[in-house]
Antibody, heavy 116, light 111 residues
């Protein structure tokens, strides 16, 4: 069974940093690109960043480019999102998802709250 | 880059059918899209991919009541025999080499 389990969310002040993790199981992690998607309270889905299966290529939405860094450790079946210079508008539930063309499996999400 | 347009809401009676539309922007009518369901308070769930041809490929465990189709730049999700648990937000998604795109979502209400 495919499982994705996010962790690392929490409360942080503007300008602060957080590192999210997504632990994957039930599939060959190193064979799939992976994606981070976020959802602000009461809003729709917004893609944040994705990484190719070997970690060699990374892509970011304009809203996080230069502040967030996606990475992965295929030996530990884990996806990461390093978030720096956080802003109030980054407040959201962050989901990781497996990519096979579409986002075909989703984690349960982790809440990030940026507030003073 | 592609843009996906969805109606904000749809409603139908219990046991009836509802057809949701995801419209691809001009110049992107050939793109494959995916449909996702998000029940209240839950994570999104992948339902299916719908190709330009109208063929669709459902995710694991998705009931037969859910089907996909296509016409021109429009991609559809039809839910037949609507159940109370189908009350949810439905998002479409597409992608290109270096971007992902989500529609704004359609809220389905079961009357």
């Amino acid at each position: 069974e495919v499982q994705l389990l996010e962790s690392g969310g929490g409360f942080v002040q503007p300008g602060g940093s957080l590192r999210l993790s997504c632990a994957a199981s039930g599939f060959t992690f190193s064979s799939y690109a992976m994606l981070w998607v976020r959802q602000a309270p009461g809003k729709g889905l917004e893609w944040v960043s994705f990484v190719t299966s070997n970690g060699g290529s990374t892509y970011y939405s304009d809203s996080v480019k230069g502040r967030f860094t996606i990475s992965r450790d295929n030996s530990k079946n884990t996806l990461f999102l390093q978030m720096n210079s956080l802003r109030a508008e980054d407040t959201a539930v962050y989901y990781c998802a497996r990519l096979w063309g579409a986002s075909d499996y989703w984690g349960q999400g982790t809440l990030v709250t940026v507030s003073s | 880059q592609p843009v996906l347009t969805q109606s904000s809401s749809a409603s139908a009676s219990l046991g009836s059918s509802v057809k949701l539309t995801c419209a691809l922007s001009s110049g992107h009518s050939s793109y494959t899209i995916a449909w996702h369901q998000q029940q209240p308070g839950k994570a999104p769930r992948y339902l299916m991919k719908v190709e330009r041809s109208g063929s669709y490929n459902k995710g694991s465990g998705v009931p037969d009541r859910f089907s996909g189709s296509s016409s021109g730049a429009d991609r559809y999700l039809t839910i037949s025999n609507l159940q109370s648990e189908d009350e949810a937000d439905y998002y479409c998604e597409t992608w290109d080499t270096n971007i992902r795109v989500f529609g704004t979502g359609t809220k389905v209400t079961v009357l």
